[in-house]
């Protein structure tokens, strides 16, 4: 806890904020579209669990109704969407914390953070809904990239910087549109690193937006494959 105390104080924080709402309010779906793709998943549509919910990409939504076939009393779904949601909002704050140098300056963050989760994140939080659950997710991936110190030198940039790869692949899984609004984010929020660092460090990243890239091409091409065939 003493070399890392920042994240045991976002974790106590987090929890402490989604435990007093879950107590306060039903956490429930949003809209149709959750109801549908839970139906989907679980095998309340079809009589069978099924990654073929088309809203979201395969190699998720198949995870999610294997689980279902194994422990179909629990709501996978919702509780993939919460986690998700708790993770990002973990992951800001352990950022912000990280910022701040004196107890005074992380004390304000905490406070000023607490106000934004009431503000912004609660509603999402109660009212599940896919569409905001990738939103969250793509912009903690962008502000990861904009705001994170590469504390681990220069020959591992893939190692720090693998969370906001596998937060955008996540992103593009849990809705597709979504990541591709998130991508014009994501350049400028480079640029801006670029600009801090220079322009002459790019070439550390390539191996870093290779990984990306090609991440992304793979799961585009599961998804075009699960969906080519005739049903």
Known sequence: MKRNPEAWIAALIIITIEITMTLLYDVTYNINDDIMIESVLSGTFSGTPSGMCYYMGVPLSSFLALLYGWFPAIPWLGCFFVLVYSCCAWTMLVLLLKKAETRQGKMLVCGFFVLFWFAFMASGFILIHYTVTAAVCGATAVFYVAFSKDDKGEGTVLLSFAPAVLLLWLTYLIRENVFFMVL???????????????FSKIRRYLSLIGLFVIGF?????VNKLAYSGER
């Open 184 to 198: 014009p984010f994501l350049g400028v929020a480079g640029i801006c690193r670029l600009v801090r660092e220079g």
């Open 217 to 221: 091409i793979v799961l585009f091409g």
